[in-house]
């Protein structure tokens, strides 16, 4: 892998646009990174349910790391081909000792047959249909968990991810991605730890890794690359560990920064 990179890409507010679609440019650019012998991964907190369909022009060597790190989906196979979930029994404590500490939250949930959400989550969410969907998740605790959503209307996201994290300390990682929830991942399990597996699969040494992201749960992935990169939409918190501050999703900023930096020069 001498003198190729692995890059990382967040997709929304980084890879995709305002429309939380790609542009044109993006596609393009990325087959032209691809061409050179880099390798691209995508590096999402979305469920492959709602991510993979929106990655149909994506050159198809691009390995998807869905759920903050919980598992690798193959576009080829069209199958999770490894995962690393919270089991049922453990999905069930867990909720329980949220209920007992914070009454009114809801739950959504994702296994590896599909999402589910309880009724009252839906309703705060104004409805399935601003939902993720797909698949059919079993009934609650009878499936391992990929990721749990707690929602409140009690606190801000903010508070709620901080009184998560310390009710919860060595039983699971939580994060947010600035969608209005927390999410739930099995204890160590983020976006840095699917990202290093990944590394390690293709042969890369942390020294040839960059990453783009924008939000929260970008940030375990941008601290254990050898360089992050903030969109100019990023939060606060991206931007102050970031290496390289580049444009705003809705300005092509991953495209712009991979031409500059990859295609531009010979390698």
Same mark, same amino acid.
């Given at each position: 892998m001498h003198g190729k990179w692995l890059i990382a890409v967040d997709l929304d507010g980084t890879l995709f646009g305002a429309d939380h679609c790609l542009s044109t440019r993006t596609v393009d650019t990325m087959y032209a990174v691809v061409e050179r012998g880099h390798a691209i991964v995508i590096v999402t907190g979305r469920s492959a349910h709602s991510a993979i369909p929106k990655l149909e022009a994506i050159p198809p060597g691009v390995r998807v790391i869905c759920s903050n790190g919980a598992y690798e989906y193959s576009r080829s196979a069209d199958r999770i081909v490894w995962s690393q979930a919270l089991s049922a029994a453990v999905a069930v404590e867990i909720r329980q000792s949220i209920v007992e500490q914070l009454p009114g939250v809801s739950f959504g949930w994702e296994s590896s047959t599909g999402l589910g959400f309880d009724e009252q989550f839906a309703q705060q969410a104004g409805g399935v249909q601003t939902l993720e969907r797909g698949g059919k998740s079993e009934v609650f605790g009878q499936d391992d968990v990929l990721k749990l959503y707690v929602r409140s209307l009690e606190c801000s996201c903010a508070e709620l991810q901080q009184r998560l994290s310390t009710l919860l300390a060595g039983r699971a990682e939580v994060s947010t991605s600035g969608a209005p929830f927390v999410e739930l991942t099995a204890p160590g399990v983020n976006k840095s730890t699917g990202l290093a597996r990944v590394a390690a699969d293709l042969g890369f040494s942390v020294d040839r890794t960059i990453a783009f992201g924008d939000n929260h749960n970008d940030l375990p992935m941008?601290?254990? !690359?050898?360089?992050?990169?903030?969109?100019?939409?990023? !939060?606060d918190e991206v931007r102050a560990v970031a290496d390289t501050v580049t444009d705003s999703n809705a300005d092509d900023g991953v495209a712009k920064l991979l031409e500059n930096r990859f295609l531009e020069k010979p390698d």
């Amino acid at each position: 892998m001498h003198g190729k990179w692995l890059i990382a890409v967040d997709l929304d507010g980084t890879l995709f646009g305002a429309d939380h679609c790609l542009s044109t440019r993006t596609v393009d650019t990325m087959y032209a990174v691809v061409e050179r012998g880099h390798a691209i991964v995508i590096v999402t907190g979305r469920s492959a349910h709602s991510a993979i369909p929106k990655l149909e022009a994506i050159p198809p060597g691009v390995r998807v790391i869905c759920s903050n790190g919980a598992y690798e989906y193959s576009r080829s196979a069209d199958r999770i081909v490894w995962s690393q979930a919270l089991s049922a029994a453990v999905a069930v404590e867990i909720r329980q000792s949220i209920v007992e500490q914070l009454p009114g939250v809801s739950f959504g949930w994702e296994s590896s047959t599909g999402l589910g959400f309880d009724e009252q989550f839906a309703q705060q969410a104004g409805g399935v249909q601003t939902l993720e969907r797909g698949g059919k998740s079993e009934v609650f605790g009878q499936d391992d968990v990929l990721k749990l959503y707690v929602r409140s209307l009690e606190c801000s996201c903010a508070e709620l991810q901080q009184r998560l994290s310390t009710l919860l300390a060595g039983r699971a990682e939580v994060s947010t991605s600035g969608a209005p929830f927390v999410e739930l991942t099995a204890p160590g399990v983020n976006k840095s730890t699917g990202l290093a597996r990944v590394a390690a699969d293709l042969g890369f040494s942390v020294d040839r890794t960059i990453a783009f992201g924008d939000n929260h749960n970008d940030l375990p992935m941008l601290r254990w !690359v050898h360089e992050a990169v903030a969109m100019g939409n990023a !939060v606060d918190e991206v931007r102050a560990v970031a290496d390289t501050v580049t444009d705003s999703n809705a300005d092509d900023g991953v495209a712009k920064l991979l031409e500059n930096r990859f295609l531009e020069k010979p390698d």
